[in-house]
């Protein structure tokens, strides 16, 4: 298992429409793909325009497959592009893939 650190720094004033495309539009679109999602996450304490996700994948195989097509879906791309029709929401993605240590309770 591979997991997937996702890291969106919002465009700022627009954490909030981030937040609704995640979850009115992009989750559907993580469904329709079989992307799994372990969690979203924002700081408490921190910097408060950032969006933390993890997804998690079987395989790097798997990853690029499922990433790819999510990528090109054409009803994705419409939606997405539809949410940044007065300018983009995201100002830069940072990601990194992880796999668990043989001592990390996620196994």
Do not use: C
Not at 29 to 36: L, Q
Not at 43 to 65: C, D
């Amino acid at each position: 298992m591979l997991y997937e650190w996702r890291i969106y720094e919002a465009v700022p004033g627009k954490m909030g429409a981030l937040n609704d495309r995640f979850q009115n539009i992009t989750l559907r679109f993580f469904e329709k793909h079989g992307i799994k999602v372990v969690g979203f996450w924002e700081a408490v304490i921190g910097t408060t325009n950032v969006l933390y996700y993890m997804l998690a994948w079987e395989s790097m195989a798997h990853r690029e497959k499922e990433w790819t097509a999510f990528q090109s879906d054409r009803e994705w791309v419409k939606a997405r592009n539809e949410t940044e029709r007065d300018g983009p929401l995201v100002a830069r993605v940072t990601n990194m893939l992880l796999r668990a240590t043989s001592y990390s309770p996620m196994k």
